[in-house]
């Protein structure tokens, strides 16, 4: 089947990704496909491209990286809900006149319509929350 | 059927009165995270409506050290299990 | 008060449980909606638990002018989101009565919440 | 006296149980954010034993719409009698 | 059950509230409580409500080798965190005896809680 | 007297900030002094310098920017809490080989140790959480 999920909890400061991380790693492992990862509410912290957790704990980051490589797995962030909370590629950066930017590939910046998408267009949409 | 999942435990957070309202006599009930702490045998009472239709997961039990405190009338179930219960649904629907 | 036995159907129901100010859960559900009907979607909305006070009239902007979510209300009909529902346990619970309210919802109690659950393709909490 | 402060509303969230049972025989308790919803007519038996010691911020009840419906046990304040609150407590205790 | 009636005081009172595993707050309430006491200040722990649940024996960490916190509590002792509380009626609601717990710490009703709030300098809720 | 402020909520996702920063005004007004506003748990995520929110709506990110020149209060952010976070300003993203930084003067990373001072030694604290 195809999978999609909705992030809403930050990382590191409630369970939801690691809950996700988790669940995804399972539905990959009994064949289905994971679409895409739509981050929003405070998820999209999930994107922080400078996060330095501590050595002894997972690294949530490059969990969601590794979806990205292995299974093409879509990492999508809620545009309006991300550049409030100051998470901005370059080109958003750019055209906020900001210098440096918090995301970066394979993260994508893009509207709730995605989401909407993911939600009617996939068999499941489940969704983890702080 | 709907698969429901919650994540708040009964002791602090009122959403599992929504969960219930928005259940299905044959939707299923998950509890994940620290919903887990409804699968106790002190708190399932708050879940007795649903009969055979209340699980927990059982990482986030064995996590917490409450593996062992189970109600009976819970299902315990591996990340694996979680993924079945979706299979198995229409949909899913979380509350938090 | 009379509650509809058989709720419409439709691709999404948005419930909302967040009252408004306290969090952005209730704002950021009212835009999952609008993009959801702006994208073509017959959209329905269920103002549950403390969510039903995003329909209390009279709100105005928080400290420092932070946005309400009252001007987004009054643009739900233009996106054609007319299905609108509340939770009738939850607005007696805080002491209102339907027709205090800024829009009209219709009361649903808790077997019509299951059935509007059952009948949309997607549903999203918030 | 200790200045207490709820932003959670007693119709989600149980914390105003504890904030309840930290409080000595002359603390106050501030309502604050969603913490508001307890003013009203028909929350604040939740805090019926605080007697005269119960508060709500007119700026988070107006900003709901709720000015006018707290019940009459409530001293309503606005953002410098919430300063003026801490002034004369000792110290604070956040709920949440 | 013995409840102390006149808690000893401090300076500083770290409340828990929540439980492991969940979310960073008692994470980051133990380690408020280990840098007060590492500077020096008299450290007073209350786990109530769902933070007696740290006290639970057996924890292991999360999905993905989420760390726990277990590993902390052991910590108190070396940082001379010894005034160990616990929220008696909360732990009583969850099924649980003192002795099944992973570390000591006295019981107290309601009205030691509010003596012990009253008896410290600082107090820090998480 | 002298007050300082525990701040917990992320910026736009809860009131904490708001209420803070509210509360900071009318201490202010009444002639108290501001000493610091420590940032723990999901309030470190005040300090996110690329915080780009709409027009119509508060920035608060400048409010608190404002306290510290106007009044002298310190902008304290919990590093530990920020790292993990990807809170990082230029000193600690080259310790973790991390180009660019998203933490930037007036805030300034620094221990718990400041929170319990700011406790003990001020008049009052008064913390904002989610």
Known sequence: MRYALLVQGAPYSSQASHSALRFAAALLARGHNLECVFFYHDGVYNAARLAAPPQDEPHLMDAWCALNTEYGTRLQVCIAAALRRGLLDEREAARHGKSGYSVQSPFELTGLGQLIDAGLGCDRLVTFSP | MILHILNRSPGSSLVYREALAGMGPEDRLLLIEDGVQGALTSQARHFESLGGRLFALREDLASRGLEGRCDASVQVVDVDGFVVLTEEADKTVSWF | ?126
Chains 1, 6 share one sequence.
């Open chain 3, 1 to 126: 008060m009379q509650y509809p036995t058989v709720p419409p159907a439709g691709d999404v129901l948005v419930i909302l449980r967040h009252s408004p100010h306290g969090s952005s859960w209730l704002r950021e559900g009212l835009d999952a909606a609008l993009v959801a009907a702006a994208f073509g979607q017959a959209v329905s909305l269920l103002f549950q638990s403390e969510g039903v006070l995003a329909l209390v009239k009279g709100q105005g902007p928080g400290p420092l002018g932070q946005k309400g979510t009252s001007a987004t209300l009054d643009m739900l009909a233009m996106y054609d989101i007319e299905s609108l529902f509340l939770d009738a346990v939850a607005l007696a619970r805080l002491g209102f009565s339907s027709d205090e309210l800024q829009l009209t919802a219709r009361p649903v109690d808790q077997a019509a919440t299951a059935e509007l659950i059952a009948g949309h393709r997607l549903v999203l909490t918030f």
